[in-house]
């Protein structure tokens, strides 16, 4: 399978060529365009269970779509994430990756889609009670508001709520104040999210929650 970002960063989309044998999975709604011999098939994301549990406790779809070719030949399919921002590809090497609602576009078959527990601490940050989680040996594309960076965690780093876009399994999450109580409202910071590693953790360098306090106010 041939793939390229295209567009980055303020509108990254993907294009994937797909080959006979081949397909790509995407997330509910990321289609764009596809070759009238693009095949398309719904399927629950991650089975039924897991599907209603990202659903009403992630803020995932119940469906993804699996794209292959129907008639043998390349079909061409492009998809690209529900806010204009960056898109990144991320490889898998028998390991896991938790995204984040929202940010998950694309994988390739070969990795398998699940959901896991985030924790309270998530919910209070207002990331959801349940993550999406990948794992396997393949490919996992994710987009963002914003460009998107990648930052190495060794012990403890401090990030903004929603602006977290996926990491890695061995790292670990909690909630607190920016400061002090006086500081975390005053500074209109709030609650952050303290990420220890060691592990490696995917950015945006924009909030939809930012965007629609800046539209409210205006």
Known sequence: MKTEIRHKPAFATLHAQIESGETII??????ASMTANTRIRARWNGGFLMAVLLKFFGGESLFVNWF???DGQPADVVLTSGTPGDMVEIPLE???LFIQPGSFVACTSTL??????????????GEGLFRLKVNGTGTVWVGAYG?????QVQEEYVVDTSHLVAYEPTIRIREGFA?????SFF???????RVSGPG?????????????SWTNSH
């Open 179 to 183: 400061g002090g109580i006086f500081s």
């Open 26 to 31: 995407g997330e509910s709604d990321a289609m």
């Open 94 to 96: 028998n390991t896991e």
């Open 112 to 125: 398998t889609l699940g959901v896991g527990w985030a924790g309270f601490a998530s919910w209070i940050g």
């Open 200 to 212: 490696k953790v995917f950015l945006q360098s924009r909030s939809m929650a930012g965007l629609a």
């Open 187 to 193: 500074s209109g910071e709030g609650l952050v999210s």
């Open 147 to 151: 460009s998107i960076f990648e930052k």
């Open 68 to 70: 292959t070719t129907r």
